[in-house]
C-alpha cells in the first residue's frame, strides 16, 4: 500500500461528531506521551500531521485522519499519567469508551506501549478490554531505539509478562525515529481494508 494523501478532518469529543463515511477505521491507543502521534507521522510519511508534544495530554479530543480512500486513522486521548484533574480523566474514559464500543467503523486498534518500560496497569486494562471486545489489536512497543540490543529480549518478556501476551499475539516493536517494525504495522493494517 502507497499513501500519497494524508489528511486530518476533525477533532471530536462526541459521539455526533464524528465524521461520517464507509472507511474502515484504525484506532490508536495508549497512555499519554507514549509516541501515537508520531507513529501516524511516520506511517504517513509526514513530519506534522498529527502533532507532537513533550508534555503529556496534549490529545484530548479524538482526532481522526483520512489516509488517502483507504481507511482512517483515529487518535484516542491518552490515558495514565497526564497532570489533569481528576473530572477531565473521567471524560476522556468516557469519550474512550464511547468510541471504542459504538463507531462501527472501527476495524482493529493498535494499544501503543513504550518499550523503554514494564506496562502500566492502564495499559494493561486497556489490552484486556480489548480482548473482552474482541477486537483485534496488535501491540506496538514504540522508542525502540532508545533500548540497547542487549535489553530488548529483557523487555519483550516483560511486556508479555505484564499483558500476559502468547507467541500468536500481534506484537512489533517500533521507532518513529529508524523505521523499524513500520513494515509490520502496514501489513496489520492492511487486513482490513477493502
Known amino acids: 500500500m502507497k499513501i500519497n494523501n494524508t489528511e486530518f478532518i476533525r477533532s471530536a469529543?462526541?459521539?455526533?461528531?464524528y465524521p461520517r463515511h464507509h472507511l474502515p477505521e484504525i484506532a490508536l491507543a495508549g497512555r499519554s506521551n507514549v509516541g501515537k502521534?508520531?507513529?501516524?507521522?511516520?506511517i504517513v510519511n509526514r513530519r506534522k500531521m498529527a502533532f507532537t508534544?513533550?508534555?503529556?495530554?496534549?490529545?484530548?479530543t479524538i482526532n481522526f485522519y483520512k489516509v488517502d480512500n483507504y481507511f482512517y486513522f483515529v487518535d484516542l486521548p491518552g490515558y495514565g499519567f497526564a497532570r489533569v484533574p481528576q473530572e477531565v480523566k473521567?471524560?476522556?474514559?468516557?469519550?474512550?469508551?464511547?468510541?471504542?464500543?459504538?463507531?462501527r467503523n472501527l476495524e482493529s486498534v493498535l494499544l501503543i506501549i513504550d518499550a523503554r518500560h514494564k506496562p502500566t496497569d492502564d495499559d494493561l486494562m486497556m489490552y484486556n478490554w480489548l480482548v473482552e471486545m474482541n477486537m483485534p489489536t496488535l501491540v506496538v512497543?514504540?522508542?525502540i531505539d532508545k533500548v540497547k540490543n542487549s535489553q530488548r529480549n529483557k523487555q519483550k518478556r516483560?511486556?508479555?509478562?505484564?499483558?500476559s501476551l502468547t507467541?500468536?499475539?500481534?506484537?512489533?516493536?517500533?521507532?518513529?525515529?529508524t523505521g523499524e517494525g513500520k513494515g509490520r504495522v502496514m501489513e496489520f493494517?492492511?487486513?482490513?481494508i477493502d
Open 158 to 163: 516483560l511486556i508479555n509478562k505484564k499483558l
Open 53 to 60: 508534544s513533550s508534555k503529556p495530554g496534549k490529545t484530548q
Open 167 to 177: 507467541e500468536f499475539t500481534p506484537f512489533t516493536f517500533f521507532s518513529a525515529e
Open 141 to 143: 512497543a514504540t522508542k
Open 189 to 192: 493494517i492492511s487486513q482490513f
Open 37 to 42: 502521534s508520531s507513529l501516524i507521522n511516520n
Open 13 to 17: 469529543a462526541k459521539f455526533e461528531d
Open 90 to 103: 473521567d471524560e476522556w474514559g468516557r469519550m474512550i469508551e464511547t468510541y471504542l464500543f459504538n463507531r
